[in-house]
């Protein structure tokens, strides 16, 4: 079936350093990838998407990109912030049928220090 | 505009009794999502509404578990005899579209559910 895997956390980052937090899939079809946003004590916020192969999904200063052929959508920021200290997680659409449930990697939680 | 919302925010229930957890979608929103997350892991998918419609509810983990949607709007999880294994946040989404995988979710900020 599905499935999504993600880098372990927790991942701790100085302000102002590179980020990458990975995350690979397998599925049949053509899911759509997607990476939400779990800030402390908030709903889980959808921060990008992709929806086709080689696309790039972009917010925020957060970049991923589909990428096919090695079945991943690696999460990155150039220059983390404070402010971005959450869980993040990685989820691919289910392509099956009408249903666009989400299938989810586990999380992983980036804290960032002043 | 408002968002998912989800009521209530919390419940502690002793292990034995029934719980309702509600969801009002955002308006207009055509596909209904319930997802279980324990603590630490990612949601699990647990049922689908398109509008009243219950299509798939292969997420469910036993038949204590019930889900409804009977105008196409509001949704009620109902958990009956609540066990300790039932602790965890329960997440609902929306989204607009039924066919497009594309269109994202937007989830409301959960019902944390204790049982004692």
């Known amino acids: 079936g599905n499935s999504v895997t993600q880098m372990e956390g927790p991942v701790t980052l100085s302000e102002e350093a590179f980020l990458t937090i990975n995350c690979t899939y397998t599925?049949?079809?053509?899911?759509?990838l997607f990476w939400y946003v779990q800030y402390p004590g908030e709903g889980l916020q959808l921060l990008l998407k992709?929806?086709?192969a080689d696309d790039k999904g972009s917010n925020k200063g957060f970049e991923a990109t589909y990428r096919k052929e090695t079945t991943s959508f690696h999460l990155e920021k150039g220059s983390v912030q404070v402010s971005d200290s959450a869980v993040y997680f990685c989820?691919?659409?289910?392509?099956?049928?009408?249903?666009?449930?989400?299938?989810w990697g586990l999380g992983t939680s980036l804290a960032v220090n002043p | 505009g408002a968002g998912v919302s989800q009521s209530p925010r919390y419940k502690v229930a002793k292990r034995g009794q029934d719980v309702a957890l509600r969801c009002d979608p955002i308006?207009?929103?055509?596909?209904l999502f319930w997802y279980q997350q324990a603590l630490g892991q990612g949601p699990e998918f647990l049922t689908y509404?398109?509008?009243?419609?219950?299509?798939?509810k292969s997420g469910l983990p036993s038949d204590r578990f019930f889900a409804e949607r009977p105008e196409g709007s509001v949704s009620t999880l109902k958990i009956q005899r609540t066990q300790q294994e039932d602790s965890a946040v329960y997440l609902c989404?929306?989204?607009?579209?039924?066919?497009?995988?594309?269109?994202?979710?937007?989830f409301g900020d959960g019902t944390r559910l204790s049982i004692l």
């Open positions: 989404a929306s989204s607009l579209a039924r066919q497009y995988s594309n269109q994202p979710q937007h």
């Open positions: 308006s207009g929103h055509v596909s």
């Open positions: 509404f398109q509008n009243e419609a219950q299509l798939d």
């Open positions: 599925a049949t079809g053509y899911p759509s």
């Open positions: 992709a929806t086709k």
């Open positions: 989820a691919l659409s289910d392509d099956a049928g009408n249903n666009r449930k989400l299938i």
